[in-house]
């Protein structure tokens, strides 16, 4: 079961630049054909790129993870949610991440077993300090291992 005395702590801020190449091969990755993506100098980010966050984290913000002390054998992505307080970023645009566990809380399976939610929030700033975005992901670890 996750630690629950987790909650509220946060991994080390790091910056995130926002690429002209990498919105638009997040874009083709995505399919999508939509030509703000693909062909302005300056284009916006795809509402789902910020999940590409993961490629810029430090090694020291898996100690976060490693302190919620959830197996992985039991683990499943429940739920992503992006939110923005305003146009999306654009590329050449820095911004600051930093991740947070935001809450842990537990229901009975179907299956049988407790599974376990970790909620975890990545808040976006740009260089002005101003939050621009945050990124809501929910992690299950479910009561039993899968089984082979």
Known sequence: MANKDAVGLEGPAFDLMIERGKVREFARA???????????????????????????QPPEAAQLFDKLDI???RLLHGEQEFLFTGRPPRAGTRL??????????????????????VVNVTDFHDADGQLVAQSRSTAIETGKPPTQ
């Open 71 to 73: 197996d992985n054998r």
């Open 96 to 117: 600051t991440a930093r991740t947070r566990v935001e809450e842990i809380y537990e229901k009975e399976g179907k299956k049988g077993g407790t599974m376990t939610f």
């Open 30 to 56: 995505t399919q999508s054909r939509n030509p703000e993506y693909l062909d302005e100098a300056e284009p916006p980010i795809p509402p789902t790129f910020l999940v590409t966050v993961a490629f810029w």
